[in-house]
């Protein structure tokens, strides 16, 4: 067995690693999670030949304070839950539920149209469906065989 060199930061950053694993696995599904400190909806995003189709969970958003934004080959969602008012005389327990500002760019898989885009809000859940540009819709996967070097 060979000398090794002693690497003081490896192990912190495998720890970190595995910590930053688990705590993904254990709020997966959660409707807004943090993303390099931002809070951000979770998004379903499909296609089909004609179309890209993106839903996202924003459970206590009101439709007045949510701002979507198409551009060809990304999806913004911009919005904020805001707090309700204050009842007097309530002694909270505990209190999970967070609110303020959140905001989260999916790219796409495909250019897709932005002025033919839709949305629609209803129950916490927003769904977008964008269609595809022409020169997306024209492009299609070409296999190619694999050859014995």
Request: aromatic residues 6%.
């Amino acid at each position: 067995m060979g000398l090794m060199r002693w690497e003081p930061m490896f192990g912190l950053t495998r720890l970190r690693d595995e910590m930053d694993r688990m705590f993904e696995e254990a709020f997966r599904g959660f409707p807004l999670r943090e993303e390099e400190g931002l809070r951000v909806p979770s998004v379903d995003l499909s296609e089909d030949e004609n179309e890209v189709k993106l839903t996202a969970e924003l459970p206590g958003v009101d439709k007045d304070h949510l701002q979507v934004e198409v551009l060809p080959e990304a999806v913004s969602i911009k919005g904020e839950i805001r707090k309700e008012e204050e009842k007097k005389g309530r002694g909270y327990i505990r209190r999970e539920r967070r609110m303020g500002y959140f905001e989260r760019t999916v790219p796409l898989p495909a250019e897709v149209k932005p002025g033919e885009s839709k949305a629609t809000f209803k129950d916490g859940l927003l769904s977008i469906t964008l269609p595809k540009s022409e020169e997306a819709r024209k492009r299609h996967p070409v296999r190619v065989e694999v050859q014995a070097a």
